[in-house]
């Protein structure tokens, strides 16, 4: 399973970034994607969860009512819309497939500044 993310970059505080995941590679219907965040010299952190196939949905209290996760059944892709950003969403956002075991993309940079 390959998974690669994509739509990091530089915005401005309260504007908004789409992150987007496809894993590639896996044959079956269940399986969580997630996104997790890390800042140097910090703990890796959760940010949000999808699970398939019911589409329960989890996040973590502080992005709660910002940032919106939903997926793409046919593909295997999930998209992270992140509305109202602050500069302490400032991170590299990394994605995990997992179904009979984990699998992680290489991480994209979100950078939120003025």
């Known amino acids: 399973v390959q998974v690669v993310e994509s739509g990091g970059g530089l915005v401005q505080p309260g504007g908004s970034l789409r992150l987007s995941c496809a894993a590639s590679?896996?044959?079956?219907?269940?399986?969580?994607m997630s996104w997790y965040r890390q800042v140097p010299g910090k703990q890796r952190e959760w940010v949000a969860t999808?699970?398939?196939?019911?589409?329960?949905?989890y996040y973590v209290d502080s992005v709660k009512g910002r940032f919106n996760i939903v997926r793409d059944a046919n593909q295997n892709t999930n998209h992270l819309q992140m509305n109202n950003l602050r500069p302490e969403d400032t991170a590299v956002y990394s994605c995990?497939?997992?179904?009979?075991?984990?699998?992680w993309g290489q991480g994209v940079q979100v950078t939120v500044s003025a």
């Open positions: 995990r497939f997992l179904a009979d075991r984990h699998y």
């Open positions: 590679g896996f044959v079956g219907s269940r399986y969580a």
């Open positions: 999808i699970e398939s196939p019911n589409d329960k949905i």
